[in-house]
T-cell receptor, first 115, second 116 residues
């Protein structure tokens, strides 16, 4: 079956503009996660969804960041009034939560460049 | 708080050498999971292994093996007879284990360069 997909693959935006990043998880995966990877660094957790609710938003860096999810499918991460420090690769992952199959499967990421 | 340390920033080896990537973790949880992911130049993270805190058995999968030692809070990864295709950034990660919905805490990664 299809893996996690993300769009766009690359996004260049001007400082101050809003951007929306999209994630399509693996069908049937109830959990969905957003991470950010700055150049040369590890991944930072942003938020996760259990179905369409977000029990843990602790990683969102500021109130300019928000995310939503429709049922157990598509999620959108929105960054308002982008800043240069928002430049990073934004990765989405999804996972089962049944049994012991908790592995998170990652999408290819969206590379965001704020100029 | 949870923390993962990968002290090796970059390792260079010649093909067919064995190489070990170190991972040290910190957690106060008694139940947790440890993971290794591979990030090739294409950028997409590839899941390699998950290990729960109650299973200290070492695991071997082909040329890959993992050594989990709770006594030293380490979960090291060894590639035997490395190949050029093993060149990638490898991340060790940790999650809490009490439910299926848990964020991963990642180390900063180790870049492995395997030359012919």
């Amino acid at each position: 079956g299809a893996g996690v997909s993300q769009s766009p693959s690359n996004k260049v935006t001007e400082k101050g503009k809003d951007v929306e990043l999209r994630c399509d998880p693996i069908s049937g995966h109830t959990a969905l996660y957003w991470y950010r990877q700055r150049l040369g660094q590890g991944l930072e957790f942003l938020i996760y969804f259990q179905g369409n609710s977000a029990p843990d938003k602790s990683g969102l860096p500021s109130d300019r960041f928000s995310a939503e999810r429709t049922g157990e499918s598509v999620s959108t991460l929105t960054i308002q009034r982008t800043q240069q420090e928002d430049s990073a690769v934004y990765l989405c992952a999804s996972s089962w939560t049944m049994g012991q199959e908790y592995e998170q499967y990652f999408g290819p990421g969206t590379r965001l460049t704020v100029t | 708080a949870q923390k993962v340390t990968q002290a090796q920033t970059e390792i260079s080896v010649v093909e067919k050498e064995d190489v070990t990537l170190d991972c040290v973790y910190e957690t106060r949880d008694t139940t947790y999971y440890l993971f290794w992911y591979k990030q090739p130049p294409s950028g997409e993270l590839v899941f390699l292994i998950r290990r729960n805190s109650f299973d200290e058995q070492n695991e071997i999968s082909g040329r890959y093996s993992w050594n989990f030692q709770k006594s030293t809070s380490s979960f090291n990864f060894t590639i035997t007879a490395s190949q050029v295709v093993d060149s990638a950034v490898y991340f060790c990660a940790l999650s809490r284990g009490n439910t299926g919905f848990q964020k991963l805490v990642f180390g900063t990664g180790t870049r492995l360069l395997v030359s012919p």
